[in-house]
């Protein structure tokens, strides 16, 4: 069965940093195209940033340069690396992971940035 686990979320002060990471699991073979998503209570869920097997990165506007995403091939676990954290980065963060052209959802992790 194909799994989708987030985890590195947490409480952090404005400025701080996280990293996440995504772990996919499906017994045998490999997954392609990954991503990171967010959603905020009552907002929609936004695209962050997503990476392909191959490495080509795409970003969200919002990031401005402070987000960097990576991933494992080997291991099937993609990163995200959260700098100069603000408020408005407090949102669930979910991974999303295609396997044989299917897109699969990880349950999600709490970014909570405060004061």
């Known amino acids: 069965q194909v799994q989708v686990v987030e985890s590195g979320g947490g409480a952090v002060q404005p400025g701080g940093s996280l990293r996440l990471s995504c772990a996919a699991s499906a017994g045998i073979g490999s997954f392609g195209d990954m991503g990171w998503y967010r959603q905020a209570p009552g907002k929609q869920r936004d695209f962050v940033a997503s990476i392909t097997r191959g490495g080509s990165i795409r970003y969200a506007e919002f990031v401005e340069g402070r987000f960097t995403i990576s991933r494992n091939n080997a291991k099937n676990t993609m990163y995200l690396q959260m700098n100069n954290l603000e408020p408005e980065d407090t949102a669930v963060y979910y991974c999303?992971?295609?396997?044989?052209?299917?897109?699969?959802w990880g349950q999600g992790t709490q970014v909570t940035v405060s004061s």
């Open positions: 999303n992971a295609h396997r044989l052209g299917s897109p699969y």
